[in-house]
């Protein structure tokens, strides 16, 4: 089993930045590849960014392409989600995840372990 515990969401002005933070925990070996999603109000989660634990390739979704940006810190077993230039359209709650194959990166069906999730908040 992974643990994943995530932090750093709260309200910002549009054009502001915030830092989301994920800590894992338990079997994180069993886990390489690791995923933020969001799902906003009425709609479907969604995939924002990924990346792997050995330093790999990342991918981003288009509409944050630019904007964030993903990386890790393997020895606190950490991984982050820098956002900048946030726009009223990123209000949403913010998941981890963690899988095992870099197959399908961006989709949600690839990842075994979700956090709680946390609400980012992007006022106009």
């Known amino acids: 089993q992974v643990q994943l515990v995530e932090s750093g969401g709260g309200l910002v002005q549009a054009g502001g930045s915030l830092r989301l933070s994920c800590a894992a925990s338990g079997r994180t070996l069993s886990a390489s590849v690791m995923g933020w999603f969001r799902q906003a109000p009425g709609k479907e989660r969604e995939f924002v960014a990924a990346?792997?634990?050995?330093?790999?390739?990342?991918y981003y979704a288009d509409s944050v392409k630019g904007r964030f940006t993903i990386s890790r810190d393997n020895a606190k077993n950490s991984v982050y989600l820098q956002m900048n230039s946030l726009k009223p359209e990123d209000t949403a709650v913010y998941y981890c995840?963690?899988?095992?194959?870099?197959?399908?990166?961006?989709?949600?069906?690839?990842?075994?372990?979700w956090g709680q999730g946390t609400q980012v908040t992007v006022s106009s």
């Open positions: 995840a963690a899988g095992r194959s870099w197959r399908r990166p961006s989709e949600s069906g690839a990842y075994d372990y």
């Open positions: 990346t792997t634990w050995s330093g790999g390739p990342t």
